[in-house]
Structure formats: structure tokens, C-alpha cells
T-cell receptor, first 118, second 114 residues
Framework: GAVVSQHPSWVICKSGTSVKIECRSL??????MFWYRQFPKQSLMLMAT?????????EQGVEKDKFLINHASLTLSTLTVTSAHPEDSSFYIC??????????????FGQGTRLTVV | AQSVAQPEDQVNVAEGNPLTVKCTYS??????LFWYVQYPNRGLQFLLK??????LVKGSYGFEAEFNKSQTSFHLKKPSALVSDSALYFC????????????FGKGTRLSVIA
């Protein structure tokens, strides 16, 4: 399957600082990226969908000014958690879909990022 | 709207026994159905998917799933469980129109006991 690389795999930051999470598609063109959040022992909740070169579409209840998503190229999307607070601590997972060898791909997932805000 | 139900929070099975993890779905059109596995602090690993064709889909690590349209189910099965199969399993669905995201079930934790 295609490879999606997410970095960092874990990060600890102080309350009030910002954290950037990167999601890269290594061997295909990711026209669409999805960002999910997962609380302990719960399912993945979609935060936003971004298409390359366009503004992200946020799910209801997700603050777009707090969770900044950039998808400026076909291989990279970033999620920036601004002015992080302890309640933002969670596991964030990106997913990418697009084209490889002229064919549509299904969604492939990054390894996830464990964010802890202290 | 699409939705997925995984009725069991936890499934326990003895090593070597067959396992089943249940999933039912709701989607307005034809569904694309998926199973993923997640190990602690890791992303999701793809197991298998149903798009069209044979109702019995074979996937990675000896897993298979059967699409049942009349019961709107897509149960995950394996003939003989391994301790290493212990993990969190997610069923997901999306419809066939456009670039829609996957909608996940709440997950089922599988414990295989030696």
C-alpha cells in the first residue's frame, strides 16, 4: 500500500504554545487529506477535510482558528494546534487519498501523533 | 448520513479458536466498507475492503469479512486467532459518491488469550 508519514510521533508542549504536525504522502499525490482526533478508548473523530490548494472544511464543533490546516502541495498537509491547552491533548491521525500511477487510491493513514499539553 | 455500529466493546477469544468482530452499517447509496487494526499509540493499518464483487473479502494476516447487504453487515472473521491479533479493530464506511471521508465505528478491542 501507499505510504503516509506523520511527524512527530509524539510531542509534549507547554500550555499556550503552538504545535505543528506534518503529514506527508511519500509515493502518491494526495489530493485530499483528512485530519482525525482520537480520545482514549474512543473512535476516530473527523476534524477537517482539506483539498490541495483549497481551504479546509471543518466539521461542526472544530475551531478553525485553533486547528489551522494547510494543504499547499500534493504531498504535504500540516495541522497546527495554536495556543494549546491541556484539553487539546489527544492522538491526532492524518489520512490521505489521491492518485498513484493514474488511479485513485483509497485512504492511507499516518502513524499518528500523541500530543500532550502540560 | 453514514454510520457504523460495532456492538461489542470487547471480544475475548482463546488462541486457535475462530474469531468474529461484528459491524453493521448505514449508508444512503452503495457502501465502500473497510476494516482497520490499531495497535497502541499507532496509526491505523488497513486489513481489507469491500468495494464490489464477491461478498467474501480476504485481507491481510488471514482476516476475511463477509458483506451481507440484506443484513447491512460486514463482520470481520479469522479461522484461528493468534495472541498477536490482540488489538483495537475499527470498521469504517464511506459512500461511493465523491471524495467523502471514512466514518468509523467506535472500535472493538480484541483480546486473544493463550
Amino acid at each position: 500500500g501507499a505510504v503516509v508519514s506523520q511527524h512527530p510521533s509524539w510531542v509534549i508542549c507547554k500550555s499556550g504554545t503552538s504545535v505543528k504536525i506534518e503529514c506527508r504522502s511519500l509515493d502518491f499525490q494526495a489530493t485530499t487529506m483528512f485530519w482525525y482526533r482520537q480520545f482514549p478508548k474512543q473512535s476516530l473523530m473527523l476534524m477537517a477535510t482539506s483539498n490541495e490548494g483549497s481551504k479546509a472544511t471543518y466539521e461542526q464543533g472544530v475551531e478553525k482558528d485553533k486547528f489551522l490546516i494547510n494543504h499547499a502541495s500534493l504531498t504535504l498537509s500540516t495541522l497546527t494546534v495554536t495556543s494549546a491547552h491541556p484539553e487539546d491533548s489527544s492522538f491526532y491521525i492524518c489520512s490521505a487519498r489521491g492518485y498513484r500511477a493514474g488511479r485513485n487510491t483509497e485512504a492511507f493513514f499516518g502513524q499518528g501523533t500523541r500530543l500532550t499539553v502540560v | 448520513a453514514q454510520s457504523v455500529a460495532q456492538p461489542e466493546d470487547q471480544v475475548n477469544v482463546a488462541e486457535g479458536n475462530p474469531l468474529t468482530v461484528k459491524c453493521t452499517y448505514s449508508v444512503s447509496g452503495n457502501p465502500y466498507l473497510f476494516w482497520y487494526v490499531q495497535y497502541p499509540n499507532r496509526g491505523l493499518q488497513f486489513l481489507l475492503k469491500y468495494i464490489t464483487g464477491d461478498n467474501l473479502v480476504k485481507g491481510s494476516y488471514g482476516f476475511e469479512a463477509e458483506f451481507n447487504k440484506s443484513q447491512t453487515s460486514f463482520h470481520l472473521k479469522k479461522p484461528s486467532a493468534l495472541v498477536s491479533d490482540s488489538a483495537l479493530y475499527f470498521c469504517a464506511v464511506r459512500d461511493t459518491s465523491g471524495n467523502t471521508p471514512l466514518v468509523f465505528g467506535k472500535g472493538t478491542r480484541l483480546s486473544v488469550i493463550a
